[in-house]
């Protein structure tokens, strides 16, 4: 059943492209005998042939994945998804220390080791990317501003 | 000869270079703390460290070392979390599980371990040393190659991809096939008409390779470790202080040969690698050694036969990438769009226009496998310590490597969002039984096929009769065909076979 309804949905999508192939796609000149659109339409075509021989005989039944299973991948999509969203406004340190906590916890590390994991990999991830390798990470709007209004009132 | 001679000393050359000694060092010894990962085989470490290493700046042929020497020392480190834990880290160590657990668990950790490090030794070099000999000369061949026989070659790449990897035939299509599809996205080259970029200005150069790896391999890693989670912790055996004797490596002189032998060239076939290599060796082993029915409780011919034969693989499926373009299985294909991102065309001509690249890594892997043998040996205690590791910090470690890779390189967030959503859709595609390492070489060798088969139809002027023209095209037809059709004759033959046994015992 798992197999029928994604092979449903990647049908669709295959159909859409089709649809694109066969109607958008048209070069305003060209010399060569294939154009762009031909190669697309013979993959829609293909992958249409493929599918329907999944949607024939499926041989995935149950995805096996219990409700609790489910419900920790969706909150490690949100984390990740909230981690790209905070990666450039917090900085590496603090998004990836925030990131690594929660990570870490949820899977079940004890509560202040995972804080400790958390904070040492932004740290330590930073020293060893930036300082030491040279890579380019971002240091966070926030975090800039923050030093900087400690740097004012020092002076 | 005498190219293969001076082809050698120009790699080593490269290859000896300090900084690119060093780096072949700690790409070894990082690679083999990653195979040795429970879970993490070789094509998600290559594929998380990819970007990494990319990031670094270093000139080509040095990043290439270093992501090569990550490579086979994953594939070494793959057998440590089989032989301890009974878990492979990739469908290549499966089969090292079946007679070197059974060894560990009778106490004889030590010896399982050394003696898989030197069978491992052994196939590895002995594939370095035919693919320096073959490949200068296949190379030679593939420089006449015209557009249509590539095509043909690709019908090939992938009828081999479709019978021999993953469970299902037309999954595997399909997955390449998708691969292919991802790969349209963009301006096309030859006319300059944008293809489902949908106005998106990020994506009109086409989506970015490194974004397609790291979502699809290590992304969907995470996803499926996060899965996994609740489910019971690992127990490791220990280390003991057994080692391998020469008695052992008598027995399984023939079975390293052998299975090297097998491993190199089913490695040569491209789309298969590693783990379809070690499962035939075991298997070859099975009937040929097996006569006391001892494989499966802890013989060492049964251990030593699928190491041998996956290095010898990861070293085999190099020859049609570095000669033909053409990746000999997942991982290489990640190699593969890794020289793309450095504007080196993989294929006949990387011999002779970038030697320092083609030979340099050659060279490298000849001192990989020395340098895997005695960092092994000896630090095999430390390696084992990495399986201790609780995976509730590794996981977040993996995102946590994968965001650093793909923000130093494309700079921008948006991408972030792109490899958590290819991420799912990996997740997906494993969970329902496709493999990824077909979607990846579609998504590599999608420009290619795509570009020659409109370069040879430009040539005969829209008559499709050109694909057929050619004996090296008919004959690459010829092999697609026969290696879809072997797999289920033989299946057909051997049931026929066990269900006359059945009659007989009725």
């Known amino acids: 059943m798992a197999d029928r309804i994604f092979a449903a949905v990647l049908l669709a999508v295959t159909i859409g492209y089709a649809v694109i192939a066969f109607t958008v796609i048209k070069a305003p000149f060209q010399y060569d005998p294939l154009g762009p659109e031909s190669w697309p339409q013979i993959l829609s075509i293909v992958a249409m042939l493929c599918l329907l021989g999944v949607l024939w005989r499926p041989d995935v039944d149950h995805m096996d994945v219990p409700k609790a299973v489910w419900f920790r991948l969706g909150a490690a999509v949100v984390m990740l998804m909230a981690y790209s969203r905070l990666y450039e406004p917090l900085g590496f340190v603090v998004a990836t220390a925030l990131f690594g906590t929660a990570m870490a916890l949820m899977l079940g590390a004890p509560r202040w080791r995972a804080l400790a994991f958390g904070v040492g990999a932004g740290i330590a991830g930073w020293l060893l990317c930036v300082t030491l390798m040279d890579l380019n990470l971002p240091e966070g709007a926030v975090v800039e501003a923050v030093l900087e209004s400690f740097q004012t009132e020092a002076n | ?506």
């Open chain 2, 1 to 506: 000869m005498d190219t293969v001679l001076s082809g050698l000393a120009t790699g080593f050359a490269v290859a000896f270079d300090p900084f690119n000694l060093m780096l072949v060092l700690v790409g070894c010894f990082v690679g083999t703390l990653i195979g040795a990962l429970p879970g993490l085989g070789p094509i998600n470490g290559v594929a998380i460290l990819l970007p990494i290493a990319y990031g670094l700046g270093f000139p080509p042929e040095s990043a290439l070392i270093l992501l090569a020497g990550i490579y086979y020392g994953a594939e070494y480190g793959g057998r440590i979390s089989s032989i301890l834990l009974n878990v492979p880290g990739d469908a290549g160590a499966v089969m090292t599980t079946l007679d070197g657990n059974p060894m560990a668990r009778a106490g004889q950790a030590g010896r399982a371990l050394s003696l898989s490090a030197v069978a491992s030794f052994i196939g590895g070099t002995f594939a370095v040393i035919l693919m320096s000999l073959f490949a200068p000369g296949l190379a030679k061949f593939a420089v006449t190659f015209s557009p249509a026989d590539y095509v043909a070659l690709m019908v090939f790449a992938f009828a081999s991809l479709a019978s021999l990897v993953g469970k299902s035939t037309v999954k595997t299509l399909l997955g390449a096939t998708i691969g292919l599809m991802l790969a349209t996205i963009g301006i096309d080259a030859n006319t300059g008409v944008n293809r489902y970029t949908f106005g998106i200005p990020d994506i009109l150069a086409g989506i970015d390779f490194l974004i397609v790896v790291v979502g699809l391999f290590g992304m969907a890693e995470l996803l499926t470790l996060v899965e996994h989670q609740a489910r019971g912790t690992l127990k490791s055996l220990p280390v003991d202080k057994s080692f391998v004797q020469w008695a052992d490596l008598k027995l399984a002189k023939w079975t390293i040969l052998r299975s090297s032998i097998i491993g190199f060239f089913i490695g040569i076939l491209p789309g298969t690698g590693a783990s379809v290599a070690s499962a035939v060796a075991y298997g070859t082993e099975k009937r040929i050694s097996d006569k006391e029915g001892t494989f499966g409780t802890g013989d060492v011919r049964g251990l030593a036969a699928p190491e041998a034969a996956n290095n010898a693989a990861a070293g085999g499926s190099m020859v049609p990438m570095l000669t033909l373009g053409i990746p000999g299985s997942g991982t290489t294909a990640i190699l593969l769009g890794a020289l793309l991102m450095f504007n080196i065309q993989p294929g006949p001509m990387m011999f002779t226009q970038r030697p320092e690249v083609a030979w340099g890594l050659v060279a490298s892997m000849y001192i990989g496998n020395v340098a895997l043998l005695v960092i092994n040996l000896p630090l095999v205690g430390l390696f084992a310590r990495m399986l201790t590791i609780p995976q509730h910090y590794l996981t977040p470690l993996i995102a946590i490597l994968a965001f650093i890779g793909i923000y130093t390189i494309v700079g921008n967030p948006h991408d972030l969002y792109m490899i958590t959503g290819l991420g799912l859709l990996g997740w997906f595609l494993r969970k329902l039984e496709f493999s990824l390492a077909p979607v990846i070489l579609g998504f590599v060798l999608g420009s290619l096929f795509e570009n020659n088969l409109r370069r040879a139809l430009s040539i005969s002027g829209g008559d499709w009769g050109i694909l057929v023209a050619d004996w090296k095209s008919l004959l690459l037809y010829g092999l697609a065909l026969l290696v879809v059709v072997l797999p289920i004759w033989l299946a057909r033959r051997s049931r026929k076979r066990s269900g006359g046994q059945e009659a007989m015992a009725d």
